[in-house]
């Protein structure tokens, strides 16, 4: 597997899930750190076991299209893999680079992808895209969606719907609850403006008894904080640096309800959330807005409103606010649809099967292959 996401300590759970079958043996590649508008995220090492994580020197680090390995194919030479997992979208020169490689070894190559908006993209993108369609021996789709897109663009190979990743429900857990009469409302995440923090800050300035805690970093740290001082919620805002992932937990532990207010734009749409599924296996209740992916992941478990509607939000927010019984009953449905649907465990197990139905439909007998 080729993949920059799992430089994320508790993504690796996922790894450890898929190394745990034994018909598997198990390399991962991943860059020695990756840059964003967050700033540079360095490798976690916190789930290893099982396992390879290799580090391999990454050229255009930041660049999400262009990024690729240069001496990728000494790990295609020194491991001889029987199935190549490229864990990037098939219009990106990482994914176009692996499937190359893969296509001179003979290799089962498959790609994943969470785009949910059908478009069209320029040289060279496109032609890594119809490249990646054409030689793939499967894809992986994040989401339904995300699986109509690719239909519709063409590609006719085998095609599994499968969260990127899932949540360990022992990680994250719910702990004890405090009794207090404010009401902690927390959001964690990018700070742009797709994901619509803006809102709740509007949201909560309605509010009595209400504390809102920020966590993440982004370019729009500043205008937010600005924001929270103009609503008069100055000192019921309190904003908080990126955690490295293993802690999470403890923060959303500490919240009565956390929110997802994210709002679409042309060429971006909610693909996840995936700290919805991380609150709601700690037994927090989740708000999110009907945007994309959000009321598919969310389902029964959480309340949804309209995006940019600050008063559906609000109302939500009140109603919680009022209704501890409505809070229990929200944060045992969260808890109950995560070990349901989105346990490292079960993600890892439909990954695999994913492995064997590609590798079977290719017939290939990868032993015999030349290096």
């Known amino acids: 597997m080729i993949s920059k996401a799992c430089l994320v300590g508790i993504y690796q759970r996922k790894l450890e899930e898929i190394a745990r079958h034994d018909d598997v043996e198990l390399r991962v590649v991943v860059p020695p750190y990756w840059r964003d508008e967050r700033g540079r995220i360095e490798l976690e090492r916190s789930f290893t076991t099982g396992y390879e994580l290799v580090v391999e020197p990454m050229a255009l680090n930041g660049s999400f299209h262009l990024h690729f390995y240069p001496l990728l194919a000494r790990q295609f030479r020194a491991f001889r893999p029987d199935v190549v997992h490229l864990d990037e979208e098939p219009y990106n020169l990482s994914t176009f680079h692996g499937m190359a490689l893969a296509h001179r070894y003979g290799r089962s190559a498959l790609w994943f992808s969470w785009q949910n908006l059908q478009r069209r993209y320029p040289p060279p993108f496109s032609l890594f895209e119809r490249t990646c369609l054409q030689q793939a021996s499967g894809a992986i789709a994040g989401s339904r969606t995300a ?37 902690v409302v927390g959001y964690a995440g990018r700070l742009v403006e797709e994901k619509g923090v803006d809102l709740l800050l509007r949201a909560a300035a309605g509010l009595k008894r209400i504390r809102v805690r920020i966590l993440g970093s982004g370019p729009l740290r500043d205008q937010l904080e600005r924001l929270a001082v103009e609503l008069g919620m100055g000192k019921q805002v309190e904003f908080l640096p990126p955690l490295p992932s293993t802690q999470m937990p403890d923060f959303y532990r500490r919240l009565d309800v956390l929110v997802l207010p994210s709002r679409s734009r042309s060429n971006w749409v909610e693909q996840f959330g995936r700290v919805l599924v991380e609150a709601m296996a700690c037994g927090v209740p989740v708000v999110g807005a009907r945007s994309g992916e959000i009321p598919h992941v969310i389902g029964d478990s959480g309340l949804l409103f309209a995006e940019e509607d600050v008063m559906g939000l609000q109302e939500h927010l009140a109603r919680l606010a009022a209704d501890a019984d409505l809070r229990a009953d929200l944060a045992q449905r969260g808890r109950e649809r995560v070990l349901a649907h989105y346990t490292q465990a079960r993600v890892a197990a439909q990954t695999v099967a994913f492995y064997r139905e590609v590798w079977s439909a290719d017939g290939a007998d990868c032993g015999s292959r030349e290096m």
Do not use: H, M, N, S
């Open 147 to 183: 699986a109509q897109v690719w239909r519709a663009k063409g590609y006719t190979g085998p095609l599994a719907v499968i969260p990127q990743f899932g949540v360990d429900p022992e990680l994250f857990c719910p702990g004890r609850r405090e009794g207090r009469e404010t009401l």
